[in-house]
């Protein structure tokens, strides 16, 4: 029997570890891994067009899954397009791996053509980051950068020559043959007994949630009843802690509703849980501090912290409860729920159709695919207004998923981050909310949509603008420059591209476009004009934005530019 080459002991290896797709783009230094993959039938190769969107695609699978996802490029070149996509995996904290091809071996440090050090690149959004140079390294140095990636919840890269994969392979088979490991993390009986002392003497107590709290659900519910406390989410943990909540009062932060703003304002012990959220100017100053979360690192980051501990939610708050007494008093919880009830209303009567008019309110575009989408259906938002949308008019419930780079605050995510979602989840229904600027970013891929077959609607706000920046320029008080966009007809450009394109011209074509697109057998993309002055909110209006925005409307009527505020005014302020 013919001995395996590395390439063969390679894709072999990715298979037992449960790695089903590998994303990318093919190239000469990648020969000897996608003729390996070419030759058996456990892994897909997912052709894209870009490899950008090969890592962001990678990512969205281990995001949804949990598990091992992987995507690869070319020597140079190729593999430096992974780095963008690879920043936002490694910063949503996602396991996911990259081989990133590397020239011939015997010119490493030559200057050779598409010559770059991968193991430096790379060293900045990953957890390991090695070249195999020698046969012997496989599938030890594999093996390794999968554990660290699964282990570590981040990226890891290998770097391999490409004639160094068509060697023989010294091994003959995998090394390593049990399950990713599933411990339980939890603090001290005798912290967890502190903790529970804190909290039974406390009365006036928020629950501020993230992604931490994936998988804890029943135990985060259970934990404010007791307490009697209002749970604020932040963005990544909406899709965890919304559903079936009665303690919810929503999001807080530049996205998020004023009432998660004010019960964390409110309170006087703000109990943070598996939660990163990175702005510092909306914690309290005053109140309480605690924080759990698994890694211990994160302990203090973002404000002071009076007590912390190191646990994962659900191993923690099952020690907890049992400790805990009921809180008698429900006073902040009642004030922030009814707080939330009208900020809810007031959001709501936002998302209207406007009577008819153009342009279209991108808030009624959203509540509409909210209400119209299944109800196990994969979200996937571009960074900017779109983000904005969904946070505050997608309807999570259990089911549902909500994809974006929420850390790392790309453009051009959304797309992408479909793609690998619908190839990993066929089954499933995919949409993107994708800003007219973030879709155009890497429009090539729309193309893969059709080469793929894979059914993605993809719903773009048109607004010939980047409308967030607009915002913050109008915050700041400066006049908006170098944001406009001169857009096609994104519709005909997706019919060209064999993927069934609609438009929305008036508020009365988003309900018919958006339910035509989603019973459509295939790729779907809906374009939606919507209005480029839609003003969203923070939470908190701080004495600073209020003047930039005088300062703004000031400089617009100075420089003939009046006609922006009277829009601002109508379609704002006059609905």
Avoid at 60 to 80: I, Q
Wanted: aromatic residues 6%; hydrophobic residues 40%; glycine residues 10%.
């Amino acid at each position: 029997m013919a001995k395996k080459n590395v390439a063969e002991l390679l894709v072999e290896t990715l298979a037992a570890a449960g790695v089903r797709r590998i994303y990318g783009i093919v190239g000469d230094s990648l020969n000897g891994i996608t003729d390996a993959i070419r030759r058996q039938k456990q892994i897909q190769w997912i052709h894209v067009r870009h490899e950008e969107t090969a890592a962001f695609a990678a990512g969205a699978e281990a995001h949804l899954t949990g598990e091992l996802a992987v995507c690869a490029g070319s020597c140079g070149p190729g593999n430096l397009h992974l780095i963008n996509g690879l920043y936002d995996c490694h910063r949503s904290r996602v396991p996911v791996l990259a081989i990133a091809a590397q020239i011939p071996s015997n010119e490493i440090g030559s200057s050779y053509f598409q010559e770059t050090k991968p193991e430096h690149l790379f060293a900045q959004c990953s957890h390991y980051c090695e070249l195999v140079s020698q046969p012997e390294q496989m599938p030890r140095v594999l093996e390794i950068a999968m554990q660290t990636a699964l282990s570590l919840r981040g990226v890891s890269v290998v770097a391999i020559p490409g004639d160094v994969n068509l060697r023989e392979a010294v091994e003959q088979e995998p090394r390593l043959h049990f399950p990713p490991p599933k411990p339980a993390v939890c603090p001290s009986e005798e912290e967890i007994a502190a903790l529970a002392a804190l909290l039974n003497k406390s009365k006036k107590i928020t629950i501020f949630g993230g992604a931490g709290c994936a998988g804890a659900h029943a135990e985060l519910i259970g934990l404010a009843g007791k307490l009697n406390a209002p749970i604020v989410h932040a963005m990544r943990g909406k899709e965890f802690i919304e559903y079936d909540n009665p303690f919810d009062v929503g999001m807080t932060g530049l996205l998020g509703f004023s009432s998660g703003y004010h019960a964390m304002m409110d309170c006087d012990l703000l109990l943070m849980i598996g939660t990163d959220f990175p702005y510092q100017q909306f914690f309290p100053k005053d109140a309480t501090i605690v924080q759990i979360d698994l890694r211990g690192e994160q302990l203090g980051r973002r404000t002071k912290v009076d007590y912390g501990y190191v646990g994962d939610t659900k191993t923690t708050l099952r020690a907890l409860l049992p400790k805990l007494g009921q809180n008698d008093s429900d006073k902040h919880l009642k004030a922030s729920r009814e707080h939330y009830q009208k900020t809810r209303k007031d959001l709501d009567d936002l998302a209207t159709d406007g009577s008819g008019k153009k342009p279209i309110h991108p808030q009624y575009v959203v509540r509409v695919l909210d209400e119209l989408a299944a109800a196990d259906a994969i979200f996937s938002c571009d960074v900017g207004t779109p983000s904005i949308w969904a946070a505050r008019y997608l309807t999570m419930n259990g089911k549902r998923r909500l994809l974006g780079s929420f850390n790392h605050g790309s453009m051009a995510n959304a797309m992408p981050q479909a793609i690998g979602a619908q190839v990993s989840h066929p089954g499933r229904q995919v949409v993107s909310l994708s800003g007219d600027g973030g879709f155009a970013m890497l429009l090539g891929d729309l193309l893969s949509l059709r080469q793929l077959n894979a059914p993605v609607k993809i719903i773009v706000f048109k607004n010939d603008s980047l409308a967030f920046v607009e915002l913050e320029m109008k915050a700041a008080g400066i006049l908006d420059f170098g944001t406009d966009l001169k857009n096609p007809n994104f519709a005909k450009m997706a019919e060209g591209a064999g993927v069934l394109g609609l438009t929305a011209e008036t508020p009365g074509d988003v309900r018919p476009m958006i339910a035509q697109a989603l019973k459509y057998d295939g790729p779907a993309l809906v374009e939606v004009l919507v209005d480029r002055q839609e003003l969203s909110m923070p939470p908190t209006i701080t004495v600073e934005q209020m003047k930039g925005f005088s300062l703004f409307a000031l400089k617009a009527v100075l420089s003939g530019r009046g006609d922006e505020i009277v829009d601002l005014a109508k379609i704002n302020l006059f609905r």
